[in-house]
Structure formats: structure tokens, C-alpha cells
């Protein structure tokens, strides 16, 4: 069991609470994989808030668990937001597109590792 506050967390339930994080981080990386040169800055810089938000939620359940995993997933989506910050007003992300692809795309690996390591079920 690991302590949490006041409250005792087993770690089967920190581990399906991680999985579940990791869910919706996949939800959201989804959204950004689905961004293509013809969406705008705007479609871009609510599927990375929703990737950030999801993200925060993932680093405290994988905090109960491990941290190992969570450096690659947090360098992709450092990168995923660094390509999308760079464009602004209701522009298409043409010019950073292949950017926001490859760092999606690392990101999926990096959720896959995790997703594997937890032994999570596939949602």
C-alpha cells in the first residue's frame, strides 16, 4: 500500500488509476494527430490545452506508480507545444504540422511503452 495523504492507495488501484490517465492522454493525442495543414491555430491550441490537462492528470496517478515513463511522454508533448505555440491567431499550422506529426507520433510510442509497462487493458 502506499500512503497518500490520509488516505492508503494499493497499488493495483494506483496502477488502474494510471491507466486510466493514460487513457485520456491517448484521447488527447488523438486530437492532435487528427491536426492537418488545413486546421487552424485555434482547432491546434485547444487540442494541446487538452493534451496539457491530461497530461497533469497522468503525472500525479504515474507518480503513485513510477516515474520512468512519464520523461518521454512529457518530452514529446514539450514538443508538441512548442510547434503549436509558435503559430498564432486563427491561422492553419501548415508551416508546423510535420513537427506536431512526428512529436504525435513519438508520443504514441512513449503512451504505448507506459500502457505496456502498467499492463494496462486497451481501452
Known amino acids: ?6 488516505l492508503r492507495v494499493t497499488v493495483s488501484d494506483a496502477e488502474a488509476a494510471a491507466c486510466e490517465s493514460l487513457a485520456a492522454v491517448e484521447t488527447a493525442a488523438d486530437e492532435v494527430a487528427a491536426l492537418n495543414a488545413s486546421s487552424t491555430v485555434d482547432d491546434a491550441k485547444a487540442a494541446q490545452a487538452s493534451l496539457a490537462s491530461a497530461i497533469d492528470d497522468l503525472k500525479m496517478s504515474a507518480a503513485e506508480v513510477a516515474d520512468a515513463d512519464t520523461a518521454a511522454i512529457e518530452a514529446a508533448v514539450d514538443d508538441i507545444s512548442a510547434a503549436i505555440t509558435g503559430a498564432s491567431g486563427s491561422d492553419t499550422i501548415a508551416a508546423a504540422v510535420d513537427e506536431v506529426q512526428a512529436s504525435s507520433a513519438a508520443l504514441d510510442t512513449a503512451v504505448t511503452e507506459m500502457r505496456n509497462g502498467l499492463e494496462c487493458t486497451t481501452s
Not at 500500500?1 to 490520509?6: I, P, T
Open 1 to 6: 500500500r502506499l500512503e497518500h495523504g490520509l
